[in-house]
């Protein structure tokens, strides 16, 4: 198979402005990268850097091979990755953010297989709200991960399911009809959770003119549930989490059936391992089979 190292600093150092910063990228020694560009340099026959002593920039020959080297090693993250597949060989950290109500219906089961099926593909799990697993993402300490809008247009985002917010209340407290209404949320004491579900209602309470306040906040899906359960109050929480948490509460849809949105983000697509990719592919098939009726994808 070729060797693209070559072509692998060559791009490090168009990226960098920095043979040493190059180096340091690729865990190299600055002679090593050196040597390596002044080699293409002498293959192509022109050359591709001017070096100065804060650093070094493209000729106008390098600017106009760089897209084209890019693309090839872009080719080959993609072949590796077909390969790795066919083989099962699929290797590296995958750093996924995720929320609590992901971990209980998504991919719980399917992180077990994927350690069976691919021993070398490392999954390293962070778990956070909605603010929390974005800004990871937006500052490179994730690969990967669960999402909310709005998302910076910086990331590779898609939209995933559509999850019905609902209303919980507890056993002894009963609504007008079989679903809750605008006016009724308004007289509610409610428990907010710090992940924000009452975002998701904004349109819904402006269009509604209703200016719903909530005196609790809270960080555990769980004591929110058993909060209501125990009679101090109502809350707003996503279907899904609900469904994954026991309480002794009525669960009631909403009127107008207000959702949140579920998606993945990556970093841009050009940059992302194969593994990352792996795992990509694999959430969008788990959500695919669990939830074909609301699925976005």
């Not at 998504?106 to 994927?114: A, I, K, M």
């Amino acid at each position: 198979m070729t060797d693209l190292s070559p072509y692998k600093i060559f791009e490090a150092v168009a990226a960098t402005g920095s043979m040493a910063k190059a180096a340091d990228m690729l865990n190299l020694t600055p002679s090593a990268v050196s040597h390596a560009i002044s080699r293409l340099e002498q293959d192509f026959g022109f050359p591709l850097f001017v070096r100065e002593k804060k650093g070094c920039y493209l000729t106008p020959y390098g600017d106009n091979l760089l897209p084209n080297i890019r693309q090839i090693l872009q080719l080959q993250n993609k072949l590796d990755f077909e390969v790795g597949l066919m083989r099962n060989v699929v290797k590296g950290n995958v750093n996924l953010g995720i929320f609590n109500s992901v971990v209980y219906h998504l991919l719980g089961p399917e992180l077990s297989r994927l350690s069976e099926q691919y021993p070398d593909l490392r999954i390293n799990l962070y778990q956070g709200g909605y603010s929390d697993c974005l800004d990871l993402l937006l500052r490179h300490k994730l690969d990967i991960s669960f999402v909310h809008p709005p998302i910076p247009e910086t990331v590779h985002y898609v939209p995933l399911i559509k999850d019905p917010l609902v209303c919980i209340t507890p056993r002894d407290y009963h609504i007008k009809g079989s679903v809750v209404s605008a006016e009724e949320l308004k007289d509610m004491h409610l428990i907010q959770s710090d992940d924000g579900y009452i975002y998701d209602l904004k349109g819904f309470f402006a269009k509604n003119s209703l200016n719903v306040s909530s005196r609790h906040s809270m960080i555990d899906d769980s004591a929110i549930i058993a909060l209501v359960g125990y009679g101090y109050g109502c809350s707003i929480l996503p279907k899904m989490i609900v469904d994954g948490l026991p309480g002794d509460v009525n669960i009631y849809p909403i009127e107008n059936n207000p959702t949140r949105t579920i998606g993945i983000a990556t970093h841009p697509t050009k940059f992302i391992t194969p593994a990352t990719k792996l795992l990509y592919r694999i959430i969008c098939e788990k959500v695919r089979e669990v939830y074909p009726d609301s699925c976005l994808i």
